[in-house]
Nanobody, 122 residues
Framework: VQLQAFGGGSVQAGDSLRLSCVVS????????MAWWRQVPGKERTFVAG???????SYANAVKGRFIVSRVNVENAIELQMNTLKPEDTAIYYC?????????????????WGQGTQVTVSS
């Protein structure tokens, strides 16, 4: 199983950006996917996640600005990021879990993508 994230880039504060994550390979055991982000020198933090059966969840820092969605019935998700702020600057990673629920700990995720850079300038 491989995850590929793309869609990052450099934008101005207040702009929008959409990230996508696609799963390839045998992925019929995936039940939830999530976006994480990491700034150099800091821990990777949970951004948003979606379960195929229980809905979505967001970190407080992005609630109301970001929307996570599943692409049709594929093992693919998107992250629509609106009203971006400089503090959203990070490398964004997608991850997939065999568990049914959305967890905010990295150890609950079985597969990880390579990350895509998002830079927001003020």
């Amino acid at each position: 199983v491989q995850l590929q994230a793309f869609g990052g880039g450099s934008v101005q504060a207040g702009d929008s950006l959409r990230l996508s994550c696609v799963v390839s390979g045998r992925a019929d055991d995936i039940n939830a996917m999530a976006w994480w982000r990491q700034v150099p020198g800091k821990e990777r933090t949970f951004v948003a996640g979606i379960s195929w059966s229980t809905g979505s969840s967001y970190a407080n820092a992005v609630k109301g600005r970001f929307i996570v969605s599943r692409v049709n019935v594929e093992n693919a998700i998107e992250l629509q990021m609106n009203t971006l702020k400089p503090e959203d600057t990070a490398i964004y990673y997608c991850a997939a879990s065999r568990l049914r629920y959305i967890y905010t700990g990295t150890n609950y995720y079985d597969y990880w993508g390579q990350g895509t850079q998002v830079t927001v300038s003020s």
